[in-house]
């Protein structure tokens, strides 16, 4: 039996009503995928296989909606997918979610969405990934006594905003090198990410001169909800606001931190 992405659901809530957003919880069933699409994961375990074919699919049915025909969303070199000629989009995928998000480029820059477990960051992570202000920005909000796991909701906001950058930027950007502060809300709220200059460990990194300020990417608002033992962040950039990608320089310093 085929099973069908659903429109409705949290990610559906957090972007525009330009861009169209679809999940599921289970994985999917339906028409044969492209041959370029098997190929990226012919020699990978059967659930990480699932789990590549489902977001696509879920994906396939956003298209679908914005009236663009089906073709392969196959993962470049750098690990992130190539989306249509006139589109942008992005995908996550955590144990039991999957969802898309894709909007025509005339509407958008890019969009960002990123979902991950509703729980703490481990200690060591999240030194990895916060600064010293965002770990006191984190505790301030956890006096406040809500049940969220803000720095969760951290490392989320930052995966989002990673996923409209790169691709406007064609290159690295660390955890250090932006920075977010979260508004809290009951089960959903908002949050800004910005880049900032000087990140607490770029002068260990080859890129050390590198000041992502200076590239005029801006700064975004994006919302975030809680739910069905998830965290959801969602970004979008309205057509226009984001630097073109001949702006940009390139690096091969660094490790894209997704592949999807």
Known sequence: MTRTTTASGVIRTLLPAYAAARESTCELTGPELFEAERRQVADVIPARRAEYLTV???AR???AELGVQPVPLVRGADGAPRWPTGTVGSLTHCRGYRAAAVARSRDADGLGIDAEPCTRLPARVLAQV???AERSHLDELAAAGADVPWCR????AKEAYYKVWYPAMGRWLGFDDAEVVLEPGG????FVVRPV???FRRGRRADAAFDPVATGFPALRGRWATGGGL???AL???AGSLPRPDQAGRTTTGTLRWAQ
């Open 187 to 190: 089960v959903s709220g908002t």
């Open 130 to 132: 916060a600064s010293a």
């Open 153 to 156: 909701l951290l490392f989320s």
């Open 231 to 233: 965290v959801v962040t």
């Open 236 to 238: 979008a950039a309205p």
């Open 197 to 199: 200059s000087g990140g």
């Open 61 to 63: 049915a956003c298209l």
């Open 56 to 58: 696509r699919r879920v």
